[in-house]
T-cell receptor, first 116, second 114 residues
Framework: AQKITQTQPGMFVQEKEAVTLDCTYD???????LFWYKQPSSGEMIFLIY??????QNATEGRYSLNFQKARKSANLVISASQLGDSAMYFC?????????????FGKGTSLLVTP | GAGVSQSPSNKVTEKGKDVELRCDPI?????LYWYRQSLGQGLEFLIY????????KSGLPSDRFSAERTGGSVSTLTIQRTQQEDSAVYLC????????????FGSGTRLTVV
């Protein structure tokens, strides 16, 4: 069964607008971590933001914030004030278990295009 | 080094040949992961190494795939008797134990089997 679901294959947003990229996850673990990565056309994977399952506050990193709704098992990424350089693939990932020794399970990704 | 280094960056090989892909993780990172990304797809977990523990090989797609990590540092992913469906970008990542930090990925090796 798919552990990470990203339902939006592609998204468009106008420059300076905010955009939300959806991610839902499936786990029976109580302790887990959620990650978002950006992959531009160059292919590198860039870590954006992390949310732990026990974190009480939503994670924020600059223009990125994670809308964590634990009961709904969703971890949506919000990008505020979009920039042209935000155009890329975005992957949601989950690590199950209490330590970082476990592999990340990735979703299929969302392609974001920021237009002028 | 400053980041995760992978070599070669590109590899074209003939069907049936063996290939070796190399990953040099960030110094001090005890965990190392190999992933495969087919064109337009997400990342598929292959194998991970944690310190001196036995590796988790649960993601390897067939017995043609193997990996080793020498001295807790450099790792080599070997694909024997390559097939066209092995064509993909092979990504390596490393991380310290702890959890909150992101996994640092290398730039990948693009493998093309012709």
């Amino acid at each position: 069964a798919q552990k990470i679901t990203q339902t939006q294959p592609g998204m468009f947003v106008q420059e300076k607008e905010a955009v939300t990229l959806d991610c839902t996850y499936d786990t029976s673990d109580q302790s887990y971590g959620l990650f978002w990565y950006k992959q531009p056309s160059s292919g590198e994977m860039i870590f954006l933001i992390y949310q732990g399952s026990y974190d009480e506050q939503n994670a924020t990193e600059g223009r990125y914030s994670l809308n964590f709704q634990k009961a709904r098992k969703s971890a949506n990424l919000v990008i505020s004030a979009s920039q042209l350089g935000d155009s890329a693939m975005y992957f949601c990932a989950m690590r199950e278990g209490a330590n970082s020794g476990y592999a990340l399970n990735f979703g299929k990704g969302t392609s974001l295009l920021v237009t002028p | 080094g400053a980041g995760v280094s992978q070599s070669p960056s590109n590899k074209v090989t003939e069907k049936g040949k063996d290939v070796e892909l190399r990953c040099d993780p960030i110094s001090g990172h005890t965990a190392l992961y190999w992933y495969r990304q087919s064109l337009g797809q997400g990342l598929e977990f292959l194998i991970y190494f944690q310190g001196n523990s036995a590796p988790d090989k649960s993601g390897l797609p067939s017995d043609r795939f193997s990996a080793e990590r020498t001295g807790g540092s450099v790792s080599t992913l070997t694909i024997q008797r390559t097939q066209q469906e092995d064509s993909a970008v092979y990504l390596c990542a490393s991380t310290e134990t702890g959890g909150r930090e992101g996994y640092t990925f290398g730039s990948g090796t693009r493998l093309t089997v012709v």
